[in-house]
């Protein structure tokens, strides 16, 4: 947790990964993030990870820090209190993110007659409206058809939510951007970040439209092995298996050396006419090759001797474990991390949490928040940003349109 934008109010109307990720990461920096949620929880409170008949580890770690009022948002009175919310008045409010969609009662065009200069960050599936998430994404630009062993025919998923996390890391430079433009000029706007556009950009980035486009194929399955560069998975003599990756030439060379295969190297070079150091695609182009070498090499010695000589050399190398393994053999998995807490959280476990990813250097780093109950600031909320009287307050919760922590 830092503080560097302590003086920002979000409101946050949203579920699923990508815009709870993104009022994280603004919530660890010190924006005051204000999160309305149904009445006894929205679609994601009760998502696994969960505790066997319990809370929502995933909610739970997804919105460490923020303040979380609990509306009946099936109600016309609860819905206007959000609409008041995201519009309230303050130089450093006027910030909505949400993934609500773009017609309805939470509309961009509706909520800006109120607050002209409001900022709305909406998170979508597809640019149209189509819902959308990961998975959906994913199998609609190929990714995974390009995933898994060559052998298998189908298509191979993937557990990691790539385009919900970069979609949530977008929309918060989006969201700060906005924020900078409407300081220098006083106009607001609203901000769409669907999930297909960033992951259809990010193909793009990397060359893989083009790469289709110009050559007329899809990219193969190339198993376990590194696309366009030596990289894959090996096994060392005591069972212990190991990824290895030579990118860059000195990772190469540094490799060779550890291994002792400088003769094997030199002499598949010499019959081949080239230079495995000069150009990684080569190490690619003739995997089917290198590779046995490279397992003999590795098969030849203990994981312990051989990784201490991947060191000393510079070799870019990774062991294979589980998350239980590594968080029990992982230093940088530990409170010796200093991303890393104990925090006792309102599921009423204490467990390793992490707080903002990027260090400030030269800024204190404050020990991460923890997720609030379901609710908890609903009386501050109400009083504080929309200006209600107790009274007021308390007529809400007789007629159960706002809610208090269970």
Known sequence: MYDHLKTLRVVEGASFIAAPSCGLHLAQLGAE???????????????????????SLYWEGLNKGKKSIALDLTRPEGRELAIRLATAPGENGGIFLTNYPVDGFLSHE????????????????????????????NCAIGIPDMTGPSSVNGPVNHVLPAWDLLTGAYAAFSLLAAERRRRETGQGEEVRVPLGDVAMATLGNLGQVAEVLIGGN??????????????????????????????TA??????VRALGIQEQISSMEAELGLSFATDEGLRFEHRDRLNPIVSAAVARRDFGELTSAFDAAGVCWGPYRTLKAALEQDERLSPRNPMFSEVQHPSGHRYLTPGYAGTMTGHSRQTPACAPQLGEHTEQVLAEVLRLTGGEIADLHDRRIVAGPA
């Open 33 to 55: 993030v204000i999160r309305f949620d149904q009445i006894g929880g929205g679609p994601d409170f009760h998502r696994w990870p969960r505790i066997p008949g319990g809370p």
């Open 110 to 137: 509706e909520l800006s007659v109120i607050r002209p200069d409001l900022i709305t960050v909406r998170i979508m599936g597809w640019p149209d409206g189509t819902p959308a998430v990961d998975y959906t994404v």
């Open 218 to 247: 899809d990219r193969p399955r190339t198993d376990n092995d590194l696309f366009g560069a030596f990289g894959r998975d090996f096994v060392t003599r005591d069972g212990r298996r190991l990824m290895i990756v030579a990118i």
């Open 250 to 255: 000195k990772q190469w060379k540094g490799l």
